[in-house]
């Protein structure tokens, strides 16, 4: 059995460091904080010996909350976390809320009920008071979804940024009338992508058209009906802003079926990076989340928390995207003035 | 609370056919049983106060174990269990055993902790001697994997049927060269496709060309890779067999890339009819599973094991797939023939 000696040594580094790393302490450099996970990865160390015997009362168990799995997104963020976790001696189960409130406490429970030691949320419906609570019976970390106070550790990206830059990106590109298409959730992290729009729409003096948009976009059928919406009733519509690569790759589809050219007729945005978004011709601009870092940082976050209840816990972890420029946005008569 | 004369009279049957359906008793028509069923969900039924009072010291929970949900057949299949077992007022957590026999094991584990009422296997990488003490716990249910001994019930389809008709098809098309290309995984599902596969290259007296089949390919990007190695070193091959759609789009977009013509160069099959197959250009023809069918059954039957656990246990419940013949396999010259 590794010991906490045996990690400070692989990762040539002091014991205290390790302790602070452990116990999610400030003052350690990135650069070293990598090298004493790696040695604890590769140690099989498991931080010691109260805390194992903590541990052995426990279920080894984490529950991941997601709206549902069908959405790629949510399920490579858990093949990511399950890999983390699973290094970490803990099994994750997963749980799919819908966007339904009810669902969300009945999968809490589990916390309550001492079925799992920790939770991860990657969405929330319920109002935080209400989530509080659950608090008592175990760690909870946010992930991808976020919220103005700070009341546990949020790992997430900036959607609000990341929407205004592909709204922008819509705009240089020349779409003048750009039709806004979510879920209708409505998250925070909903919210701040549709600031992130409208910030852009209002910074280049073009109108939001309400009655263009829609709320009710979640699948590529549901993208693919967003076309025919388009055509039939708001065909002044040259860009489409999606929260989905799903339905961005619909309404590409159904745009591609129906004769009109994507990007000149219609420009396309999705969000996530799916391998969809690659796949579909024409290939789809779209926002790349750091799933596998979002999804790493959480699980560390939530298993120090399990080894020390008093470690940081409302600390915030903000990631950066990346626009991924494709085909379904690079008009031609723009290319050629290149 | 709803009784059972409250379901026998909304079905407008007799109190002796809800108990017999409730039961999973013989001599019950299926349409009777869908009435039945019916007016469970929508009196919000739940049978006996024996089968209640014993559900009270349960968790009202469901582990659905399956190999990854990255792969969207299993999401899908998800979606519809949860959307059943709702009805009957279980949850359902989702456990990933990446094909480890550890993680299963560790997942069954869940029973005998009594952290879950019951277990549904949609894969299985354990022999069935290892599986079968943890049926004492509570009652499990294999849905689209499945086996030759029938110890639980087994919702499925018929595999070898399937990939037999789709390497016919290939045949049928002017392929005489087919790779076959797998995950590698050594199950009971697995087999029966390959035996399949074999049996139409027999019948059709076409060799098995072995040296250029793959058991490694998994996601979008191995069909990618599966597609650089069929190009860099079997060029002969004209045709491709998968067990994936995932797989089938990355070997279709590779070739597309690369400038073969894809179906006349090499024509591709893939399986389980992910939106992915319709989305892609050129479309991929595929076989369809009835997942939402296959998922109720499941859950209806492993629901009641819980409420009586004597309830028919080895029953075999095989359900029809169907070939979606699309543009990756239909060759030029022979649709201008037809």
Request: charged share 25%.
């Amino acid at each position: 059995m590794a010991t906490i000696e045996d990690v400070a040594k692989l990762a040539g580094l002091s014991r205290t460091t390790v302790s602070r790393v452990i116990n999610d302490q400030p003052y350690v450099t990135e650069e070293k904080k990598q090298r004493i996970l790696q040695a604890m990865d590769e140690l099989g160390y498991v931080p010691n010996s109260s805390a194992r015997r903590l541990r052995s009362q426990r279920t080894d168990t984490i529950a991941v909350l997601l709206p549902r799995i069908t959405n790629p997104f949510f399920a490579n963020l858990i093949e990511s976390m399950e890999k983390k976790a699973s290094q970490w001696g803990y099994q994750v189960i997963v749980c799919q809320t819908h966007d339904s409130e009810k669902k969300e406490l009945d999968y809490l429970q589990l916390l309550k009920t001492k079925q799992v030691d920790g939770v991860v949320m990657t969405s929330l419906c319920n109002d935080w008071e209400v989530i509080e609570p659950y608090l008592e019976s175990g760690p909870i970390v946010l992930c991808n979804e976020y919220m103005e106070e700070m009341a546990v550790p949020m790992v997430h990206m900036d959607h609000r940024k990341a929407a205004y830059e592909s709204t922008i990106h819509l705009i240089d590109q020349g779409c003048k009338n750009i039709s806004y298409v979510s879920g209708g959730s409505d998250t925070y992290l909903a919210e701040e992508r549709k600031t992130g729009f409208l910030k852009a729409l209002e910074e280049r003096a073009l109108p939001f058209l309400e009655a263009a948009s829609v709320d009710w976009a979640i699948h590529v059928e549901d993208g693919r009906k967003v076309f025919n919406h388009i055509k039939d009733h708001h065909p002044i519509i040259d860009g489409v802003f999606t929260g989905s690569d799903e339905v961005a790759a619909g309404v590409v589809y159904e745009a591609v079926q129906a004769g009109w050219n994507v990007p000149d007729d219609l420009a396309v945005v999705g969000f996530d990076n799916q391998m969809l978004s690659l796949l579909m011709f024409p290939s789809v601009t779209t926002i790349d989340q750091p799933v596998a870092k979002m999804a790493d940082r959480t699980i560390e976050v939530l298993v120090r928390q399990l080894m020390n209840p008093r470690a940081n816990k409302a600390r915030r972890y903000i990631y950066s995207h990346k626009l991924l420029v494709r085909n379904s946005t690079l008009k031609k008569q723009l290319v050629t003035n290149l």
